[in-house]
């Protein structure tokens, strides 16, 4: 039992709610916020458990407020786009396109809310910890620890408007950033289940000229758009 206890005493001290952390915390903010559009290369990694993880890649659009447009280059060429009101998944070579209602009450949930946006790292996260520098980050790096306000913590129902829901995907989110610039250098969202994805992001644009056109989705001729569940879209570009 005392094996237990220090055990979670040494988790706990693992992290460190500090200046730095929360200037951090801010200095992302700051800089994403000044931005009406992004652009950046990404590549996206999906973990379960023992499994092989999938890796893919491609280039990103981020739009105020509450757009974006996913380009993957590489397995497969595939599609991920949000206008704001529906998402859409297009795979060119199954000749069908998902589309779904954003749900509002979920988007805050997601780290990517932030680069749209349609949320700030203090209302979706309940606590931020700076971990030590040895760990996860690259040299001139950082990275916060965020522990989000869903199931399960403390501050599940703080900061949530009338309407939203408290429900509780992630279990942490790991935000690795330049100290100097404050751009975002990856985000890991760890899950329930040993469930892991994580964006690597590069080339940050900032404010680069993106016509609205850019992400409105028309459907090509003949391909068909399949409606999907209302209780599957959260605006997370998971594609898989």
Same mark, same amino acid.
């Given at each position: 039992?005392?094996?237990?206890?220090?055990?979670?005493?040494?988790?706990?001290? =693992?992290?460190?709610?500090?200046?730095?952390?929360?200037?951090?915390?801010?200095?992302?903010?700051?800089?994403?916020?000044?931005?009406?559009?992004?652009?950046?290369?990404?590549?996206?990694?999906?973990?379960?458990?023992? &499994?092989?993880?999938?890796?893919?890649?491609?280039?990103?659009?981020?739009?105020?407020?509450?757009?974006?447009?996913?380009?993957?280059?590489?397995?497969?060429?595939?599609?991920? =786009?949000?206008?704001? &009101?529906?998402?859409?998944?297009?795979?060119?070579? @199954?000749?069908?396109?998902?589309?779904?209602?954003?749900?509002?009450?979920?988007?805050?949930?997601?780290?990517?809310?932030?680069?749209?946006?349609?949320?700030?790292?203090?209302?979706?996260?309940?606590?931020?910890?700076?971990?030590?520098?040895?760990?996860?980050?690259?040299?001139?790096?950082?990275?916060? &620890?965020?522990?989000?306000?869903?199931?399960?913590?403390?501050?599940?129902?703080?900061?949530?408007?009338?309407?939203?829901?408290?429900?509780?995907?992630?279990?942490?989110?790991?935000?690795?950033?330049?100290?100097?610039?404050? @751009?975002?250098?990856?985000?890991?969202? &760890?899950?329930?289940?040993?469930?892991?994805?994580?964006?690597?992001?590069?080339?940050?644009?900032?404010?680069?000229?993106?016509?609205?056109?850019?992400?409105?989705?028309?459907?090509?001729?003949?391909?068909?758009?399949?409606?999907?569940?209302?209780?599957?879209?959260?605006?997370?570009?998971?594609?898989?």
């Amino acid at each position: 039992m005392l094996l237990v206890i220090l055990a979670a005493f040494a988790w706990a001290g =693992l992290g460190h709610t500090t200046d730095e952390a929360q200037t951090l915390a801010r200095k992302i903010e700051s800089r994403y916020k000044s931005a009406q559009t992004l652009g950046a290369t990404f590549l996206e990694r999906y973990s379960e458990g023992r &499994r092989t993880a999938e890796v893919e890649s491609g280039r990103v659009f981020f739009r105020r407020p509450g757009r974006m447009r996913w380009e993957y280059e590489a397995p497969e060429k595939k599609l991920f =786009l949000s206008d704001g &009101r529906f998402v859409w998944f297009y795979v060119p070579s @199954d000749r069908t396109v998902t589309r779904a209602r954003v749900k509002g009450s979920t988007d805050w949930r997601t780290p990517l809310a932030l680069l749209t946006g349609k949320a700030n790292l203090s209302r979706l996260c309940g606590r931020i910890e700076i971990l030590p520098d040895n760990i996860h980050g690259s040299a001139g790096h950082a990275v916060l &620890r965020c522990i989000p306000r869903g199931e399960g913590h403390p501050d599940r129902a703080k900061g949530l408007s009338a309407g939203e829901s408290p429900e509780g995907d992630f279990l942490e989110v790991l935000l690795e950033v330049d100290r100097t610039t404050g @751009d975002l250098a990856s985000v890991l969202v &760890r899950q329930p289940g040993g469930v892991e994805l994580e964006y690597r992001f590069a080339d940050w644009e900032f404010n680069p000229p993106l016509e609205e056109s850019l992400f409105q989705f028309a459907a090509p001729i003949g391909v068909a758009i399949v409606e999907a569940p209302s209780d599957s879209a959260g605006g997370e570009p998971r594609t898989h």
